[in-house]
Structures are given as structure tokens and as C-alpha cells.
């Protein structure tokens, strides 16, 4: 098994997992709200509960994004950095995850020569209308310092079912819970290339065979656009989950990990 790293081409990075394929998850938003080093309770909670699923078939990698982003930085931006990524890790899956979809799609158009196959789960070509509305206000929150109000706008918006947003929405209210972000200008910047993303015009391109996955009730991003991308891209394949929506990883966590792994299992080498 390979050496623990925390970092690679200077994105952090959680590893764990012992299989021979090598498989790239690029997380969402929320990431920004990290700071250098993930916690031992974060790697936990990935390795153990939201990705053991592929621990045993891959060496998995949770890539997260650099630190202090520049002012004006895009998705595409952002996927050229995770090409540097994979340039130094070799070919690799990929599953990017909602703002992480948007980057993975940037991948695919002009970085795919280290992709093997790609899953953009949790997000389309653009964000919804709601979901423009819902991100302007998360990044509007975020520069006014209300970061209860960025944790608690996330947590109504993610889910879909009413005990898990009654259960984060009372942890998030507890005295001390909610921090100040180490780097909060990452928030409001990513919040703001999750904005400017419009793949429309470029998915075309994308030729890697590519999972399309979401929630049908997903806020953010319109479950039809979902499956008008994966018709327009040459090797895309739609999977729409009913009765959930942008927290489809949490709430349909089986049905999601096995499409995920079913995709990749069953896609040309």
C-alpha cells in the first residue's frame, strides 16, 4: 500500500482504501469551509461511512482544492489544477461531486487524457434557477459573516427528508458548533464559480464514458438537465433517483455507492 500523503500537486488529500485501480473524488462547496489539514473526524466519517463502499476494489483519493483561491477563479480553473493532480497520480476514476461535478466536467472537455471513467453526480451543466438564487444567497451570507446562515441554508437545501434537516439544522444552532471558516474568501469564491459554471456549450466533448447522477427533487440542479447532458454527451449514461435530491449521497447512500461502482465496474477498461 502506498505511503500516506496529505497533499499532492498542493491539494489535500485523504487516502485510504487497497485495491489496483486508483479512483479521484473531487468533493463539493463545502469544502471550501476547510482548512489546510482535514480533520481525523472527517477522514473517518469518509473512510468508514459516505466512500467505504470502494475501499476494498480501489485506492480512493478525496482530493480537496487548494487554499486561498484567487478572486476571480473558475471551475475550469479549478480542473486544470486537478489535471496536475492526476499528471502526477496516473490514470485514475473520477467522481466529482456536486460543485465537484462542475469541475469534473471541465476534466472531461480538456483534461480527460488521465481520466478512465468520470461520474458527475449532483450537478448539471448549470445550476437551477432555485439553485442560483439558493448559492447567491449562501455567498451573500458567507461576506456578511453569517455562517450559521451558510450551514443552515446548505442543510435545508441538501436534504429532502424532514428529520435530517430538523437533526442538522438543532446541531448547527449549538453554542460553538458553527466557526468562522479558516479561509472564508474560498467559500464565497467557489460559491461564486459554481455561479459562473455553463458547460452547455462544451459537453460535446466530453467523450470519456460518463455516469450522470442525481436526485430527481435536487434544488439545485434541474433533474431534466441532468438527463439532456448525459443525451448529449457520446458516452453518457443517466441515473435519476427518485424520492431524494442534492443529498442523494447521504439519503439513497446505498442505491448512489452502487451505481457509482456499478458503472465503474462494468465500464471499458
Known amino acids: 500500500m502506498e505511503t500516506e500523503r496529505t497533499r499532492i500537486a498542493d491539494h489535500p488529500v485523504i487516502r485510504f482504501g487497497q485495491g489496483d485501480r486508483s479512483l479521484v473524488i473531487i468533493p463539493g462547496l463545502n469544502d471550501s469551509l476547510q482548512g489546510d489539514k482535514p480533520s481525523r473526524f472527517t477522514r473517518l466519517l469518509l473512510e468508514r461511512h459516505y466512500m ?4 476494498e476494489k480501489f485506492n480512493v483519493y478525496v482530493v480537496g482544492r487548494p487554499r486561498e483561491l484567487p478572486e476571480d477563479v473558475t471551475t475550469r480553473d479549478l480542473a486544470a489544477g486537478y489535471a496536475t493532480v492526476l499528471a502526477e497520480l496516473g490514470e485514475a476514476d473520477v467522481v466529482g461531486m456536486s460543485m465537484g461535478g462542475l469541475i469534473g466536467q471541465y ?3 480538456e483534461h480527460s487524457e488521465n481520466v478512465r ?6 450537478a448539471g451543466p448549470t445550476l437551477s434557477e432555485q439553485g442560483q438564487g439558493l448559492v447567491t444567497e449562501w455567498m451573500e451570507a458567507g461576506q456578511d459573516g453569517r455562517w450559521e446562515d451558510v450551514y443552515l441554508g446548505t442543510v435545508e437545501s441538501t436534504y429532502s427528508s424532514a428529520s435530517k434537516r430538523t437533526v442538522y439544522g438543532a446541531l448547527f444552532k449549538l453554542p460553538g458548533v458553527v466557526k468562522t471558516p479558516p479561509y472564508p474568501n474560498d467559500f464565497i469564491r467557489s460559491a461564486q464559480a459554481c455561479l459562473n459554471h455553463d458547460s452547455t456549450d462544451r459537453l460535446e466533448r466530453i467523450t470519456t464514458p460518463t455516469l450522470v447522477l442525481g436526485g430527481e427533487q ?4 434541474d433533474a431534466e438537465d441532468l438527463r439532456e447532458m448525459a443525451a448529449i454527451l457520446p458516452n453518457g449514461r443517466p441515473r435519476i433517483l427518485e424520492g431524494t435530491g442534492h443529498g442523494a449521497f447521504e439519503e439513497r447512500r446505498s442505491e448512489f455507492t452502487t451505481a457509482i461502482r456499478s458503472f465503474l465496474t462494468n465500464s471499458v477498461e
Request: no cysteine; charged share 10%; hydrophobic share 75%.
Open 52 to 55: 467505504r463502499a470502494f475501499a
Open 218 to 221: 435536487d434544488a439545485l440542479f
Open 117 to 122: 471513467n468520470l461520474v458527475v453526480a449532483l
Open 107 to 109: 476534466l472531461g472537455i
